[in-house]
C-alpha cells in the first residue's frame, strides 16, 4: 500500500513486507521511506495548515462526521485486514472498529466545541477596565506515532482530536501493522484538502526519529513503549509532546471479593488480544484467604478459551504479533519459572501462538512482573493483607491503569486513595475504556492524558486578548 502525501500516492524504492502472524503469507508491502519523503510529508502538512484553518467548525465536524459512516459501511472489510495483519481474534477487530467509530464521532462532535472563556483582569492588581477572553488555537502540524497492537483506535484518538481542533497530521503507523491505519487515512483524505492528512512508513529510529526532531512540526503524539517514548522526551526540543507507554496494571483480589466476578476480570484482562494490551491484567495480586479457589476457578476458565484461526469467530486467543515476540514471552515464561513459578496451566508456545498461561507463586523480583510482559500471562502474587497487596500494586515502574475486587468500601477507598496509577477501577478490571474518558499513566506510564476532549486539551494553544477599555 502506497504512502499519503499532500493528497498523492506514494512509493518507494524500498519495500518491506507485511504479513499475516497466523500464515506467514504476505499480505501486502510498504515503502520504507527515505528521510526525503518524510520532509516532502512535512512541507505538505504545513502547507495545508491554512487551508484547515479556513474551514468553519461546522463544516469540519460535517466532514469528519461523513468518514464515521464511511468506516460504518466498511466495517466488515476493515476488521478483516486489522486479524490479518495483527492476528487478532475477528471478533475483537470488530470490537476495535466499533470504538473506532465512537472515537471519530465524539471528534466530530468535539469539534463545534472548542472555544475559550472570558477572564476577569479585574479581579487582578490594576486589571480594572479591560474586556478579556481567551481562544482555543491550533498548534499546526502534529505527528502522530503509534503502536501495532491496537494500530487503528490508538491512531484515530490522535488524527481525529487533531484534525477536530484543525491540526494537520501526519501519521507514522506501526511497521508490523499499518495497513488498517493507511486505509483509514485513504477515508479521510476523500474529505479533507490535500496534505491535511498524510502518512509515511518505515522503521521508527529514522522515520519517527526524524519527524521528532523537525521543528516545522509542533506536537508528537506517541504511544508505544516507554524505551521509545524516554527517547522521543530527551529529542523533542521546545515542541509539545503526549506519550501513551506501557503498563504493568494490577488486578487486586481481596478476601472479600466477588471470585467469580475477579476471575472473569482476569481473563478479560489477561488474555484480551492475546495479552498485547498495554492496559491488560499483567500482574494479579490475590490475598491468601482466597488464592486457592481463586487459582482453581481461574485455571477452569482459562482452559475454557478457544485458541486457534484468528479469521474464526469462535476463536478467543490468537497469535501474537510474530513468532519473535512469542519467543520472547516463552523465554520470560521460563525464567519465571526456573526461579520458582509454578504452572497451573499453559506455558508453551505453537508457532506466534502463546497459550493462555496461568502462573502461581510468582515473586515481585521475576522479569516476568518486574517488566512490561506483553502475552497471555495471568501470574497470581499471592499476598497476606491489604497493606502488602498495595505495597506490590506499586512495585513498579508503570502506573497506567489498576482494578480492585473487595466488598469493602473502606478497603476499596484505601486502594483508591494509594495506588499510583492514572485510573484505578474497584470491582472491575483495569483493560476497561471507554473513548471520552481521560486516559493516560502516572510514573514512567507516560505524560498526558488522551480521550477526545482531553486530547483536544494537548492539541491547542491558549491565546489571550485583552481589550482596554479605561
Ligand atoms: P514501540 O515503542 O516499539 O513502537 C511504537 C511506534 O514508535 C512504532 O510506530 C515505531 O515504529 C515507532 N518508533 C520506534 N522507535 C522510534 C524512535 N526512535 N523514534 C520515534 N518513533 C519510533 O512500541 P510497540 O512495540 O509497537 O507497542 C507496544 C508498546 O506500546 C507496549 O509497551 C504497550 O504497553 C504500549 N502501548 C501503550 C498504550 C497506551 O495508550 N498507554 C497503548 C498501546 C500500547
Known amino acids: 500500500m502506497d504512502m499519503l502525501i499532500g493528497g498523492k500516492y506514494i512509493s518507494g524504492d524500498d519495500l518491506e513486507e507485511v504479513k499475516n502472524p497466523y500464515n506467514g503469507e504476505v499480505i501486502d508491502t510498504i515503502p520504507i521511506a527515505h528521510l526525503q519523503t518524510a520532509q516532502l510529508a512535512i ?8 487551508k484547515l484553518v479556513e474551514m468553519s467548525a461546522f463544516k469540519v465536524s460535517n466532514k469528519l462526521q461523513n468518514v464515521v459512516e464511511k468506516l460504518k459501511d466498511k466495517r466488515q472489510e476493515f476488521a478483516e485486514l486489522l486479524t490479518l495483519e495483527v492476528g487478532k481474534p475477528i471478533n475483537e477487530s470488530l470490537v476495535e ?20 472563556e472570558s477572564v476577569p483582569l479585574d479581579a487582578g492588581l490594576n486589571g480594572k477596565g479591560f474586556f478579556a477572553f481567551t481562544q482555543k488555537l491550533p498548534l499546526g502540524v502534529v505527528a502522530a506515532i503509534t503502536p501495532f497492537n491496537y494500530p487503528l483506535n ?3 484518538h490522535k488524527i481525529a482530536p487533531a484534525i477536530a481542533c484543525k491540526n494537520t497530521v501526519i501519521v507514522k503507523p506501526p511497521t508490523e501493522a499499518p495497513l488498517t491505519v493507511m486505509k483509514f487515512c485513504q477515508l479521510l483524505d476523500g474529505e479533507f484538502p490535500d496534505g491535511v492528512v498524510n502518512t509515511i512508513t518505515g522503521y521508527g529510529s529514522e522515520i519517527g526519529d526524524y519527524l521528532v526532531c523537525s521543528s516545522d512540526i509542533d506536537k508528537i503524539s506517541f504511544t508505544g513503549s516507554v524505551t521509545t517514548g524516554l527517547m522521543i522526551s530527551q529529542k523533542a526540543g521546545m515542541k509539545k509532546v503526549t506519550l501513551e507507554l506501557g503498563g504493568n496494571d494490577p488486578l487486586i483480589v481481596l478476601n472479600d471479593a466477588n471470585i467469580d466476578n475477579a476471575v472473569k476480570g482476569v481473563i478479560n484482562g489477561a488474555f484480551l488480544n492475546a495479552g498485547q494490551v498495554c492496559m491488560g491484567v499483567k500482574r494479579v495480586i490475590v490475598q491468601n484467604g482466597v488464592a486457592d479457589e481463586f487459582a482453581s476457578k481461574l485455571v477452569e476458565e482459562t482452559e475454557k478459551l478457544v485458541m486457534g484461526n484468528p479469521m474464526d469467530d469462535k476463536t478467543n486467543l490468537g497469535t501474537l504479533i510474530s513468532q519473535n515476540a512469542a519467543i520472547q514471552v516463552e523465554q520470560t515464561v521460563n525464567d519465571a519459572i526456573d526461579k520458582g513459578a509454578k504452572v497451573l496451566t499453559g506455558a508453551k508456545r505453537d508457532g506466534a501462538f502463546y497459550h493462555a498461561t496461568v502462573l502461581d507463586n510468582v515473586k515481585m523480583d521475576m522479569d516476568l512482573v518486574s517488566r512490561e510482559t506483553f502475552g497471555p500471562i495471568a501470574p497470581i502474587i499471592r499476598v497476606d493483607s491489604l497493606d502488602e497487596a498495595i505495597e506490590v500494586a506499586n512495585d513498579t515502574e508503570y502506573g497506567l491503569q489498576a482494578g480492585v475486587f473487595t466488598s469493602d468500601y473502606k478497603a476499596a477507598m484505601r486502594c483508591v486513595r494509594e495506588i499510583e496509577s492514572g485510573t484505578v477501577f474497584v470491582n472491575k478490571q483495569s483493560t476497561f475504556r471507554t473513548d471520552n474518558m481521560p486516559f493516560g499513566g502516572f510514573k514512567n506510564s507516560g505524560i498526558g492524558k488522551e480521550g477526545i476532549k482531553y486530547a483536544v486539551e494537548e492539541m491547542t494553544k491558549t491565546k489571550l486578548i485583552g481589550l482596554n477599555l479605561r
Not at 97 to 116: P, V, W
Open 97 to 116: 472498529i466499533d470504538r473506532s467509530i465512537e472515537t471519530l464521532k465524539l471528534a466530530a462532535e468535539e469539534a463545534k466545541r472548542i472555544y475559550g
Open 154 to 156: 490508538l491512531t484515530i
Open 43 to 50: 512541507d505538505e502538512a504545513n502547507n495545508a495548515k491554512s
